[in-house]
């Protein structure tokens, strides 16, 4: 059973850019979490998507947005990329909004120069 | 609001010993997962357990070991024997199963543990 998958592993993108991160989740998940993680602020919890509808969100600016399609495959979007913004991004998976284990891809490594 | 405290920043201990990780957790919700995550060099977080609130069986799993402990809110992480190989972050998370409650992932700030050999 494949795991989750995220796409690219590495980026490195200009201030003012935008971006866009793709997740593939467990087949049969139908939740994806998508988180940040810092140095300074550690593992921070972005949004959540269930059934294709945004379940949860955290408390991060709008530039940070996200989408789920029909195949449960996630993508989340950053424009206008700060310097703040370089970080690894987490996509986890489920089978549910609070339904058992998440499972987490490698992540992106973003670069924000 | 959830809240989970690693205060243990950094452990190095040498192969063959054991050591135990804490965590300790706020939440007011009655029902709740927490979980137990390792994350190697690699990056990806790799599941090691989950508990449920209302079950405070422990667990040992080969040189695994967890003791949940719902009176003092801590969830603790044993490793026998540690191996080299078991050097990586490791991170404790909780996250509420009630529907009322925002149900995302609220983790620790990690500990990394160093197996010297």
């Known amino acids: 059973k494949a795991g989750v998958t995220q796409t690219p592993r590495y980026l490195i993108k200009t201030r003012g850019q935008q971006v866009t991160l793709s997740c593939s989740p467990i087949?049969?998940?139908?939740?994806v979490s998508w988180y940040q993680q810092t140095p300074g602020q550690g593992l921070q919890f972005l949004f959540e998507y269930f059934s294709e509808t945004q379940r949860n969100k955290g408390n991060f600016p709008g530039r940070f947005s996200g989408r789920q399609f029909s195949n449960s495959r996630s993508e989340m979007n950053v424009s206008t990329l700060e310097l703040g913004d370089s970080a690894l991004y987490l996509c986890a998976s489920s089978l549910g909004v609070a339904v058992g284990e998440a499972f987490f891809g490698q992540g992106t490594r973003l670069t924000v120069v | 609001a959830q809240k989970v405290t690693q205060a243990q920043t950094e452990i190095s201990v040498v192969e063959k010993e054991d050591v135990t990780l804490d965590c300790v957790y706020e939440t007011r919700d009655t029902t709740y997962y927490l979980f137990w995550y390792k994350q190697p060099p690699s990056g990806e977080l790799v599941f090691l357990i989950r508990r449920n609130s209302f079950d405070e069986q422990n667990e040992i799993s080969g040189r695994y070991s967890w003791n949940f402990q719902k009176s003092t809110s801590s969830f603790n992480f044993t490793i026998t024997a540690s191996q080299v190989v078991d050097s990586a972050v490791y991170f404790c998370a909780l996250r509420p199963i009630s529907s009322g409650s925002a149900r995302q992932l609220t983790f620790g700030s990690g500990t990394q543990l160093t197996v010297l050999p």
């Open positions: 087949s049969g998940h139908r939740s």
